[in-house]
Nanobody, 128 residues
Framework: QLQLHESGGGLVQPGGSLRLSCQASERLDYYAVAWFRQAPGEEREGVSCIVGTRDYYANSAKDRFTVSRDYGKNTVDLQMNNLTPEDTALYYC????????????????????????WGRGVLVTVFS
């Protein structure tokens, strides 16, 4: 069973940056890996994902967030710049194998149900 562990959350002022990291218990070569977030009272939404060599972003994350994968370290990072209070949420790393199944694009509605492995989440708070 793939295990995921997020780190890097914290408190930051608007305009600041944070880098989240997702550490996997095994190689991620055959997984789509995504970052989701959930704010209080809101549904879980896809922020960014990396499938093979391609990366995808929610409109709210474009031009501010960058996802990257390190195959050697089994990590997927999310660099978040120019943060706003609207980015405040619990951020989750999730993964789904791409072997034998179609994985929904993380930014599509309801995509979270297509990911079977989840971390516990890390809190990002942006306040002024």
């Amino acid at each position: 069973q793939l295990q995921l562990h997020e780190s890097g959350g914290g408190l930051v002022q608007p305009g600041g940056s944070l880098r989240l990291s997702c550490q996997a218990s095994e190689r991620l070569d055959y997984y789509a890996v995504a970052w989701f977030r959930q704010a209080p009272g809101e549904e879980r939404e896809g922020v960014s994902c990396i499938v093979g060599t391609r990366d995808y972003y929610a409109n709210s994350a474009k031009d501010r967030f960058t996802v990257s994968r390190d195959y050697g370290k089994n990590t997927v990072d999310l660099q978040m710049n120019n943060l706003t209070p609207e980015d405040t949420a619990l951020y989750y790393c999730a993964a789904a194998t791409v072997i034998g199944q179609d994985v929904p694009l993380c930014v599509a509605p309801g995509a979270a149900s297509g990911y079977s492995s989840w971390g516990r989440g890390v809190l990002v708070t942006v306040f002024s």
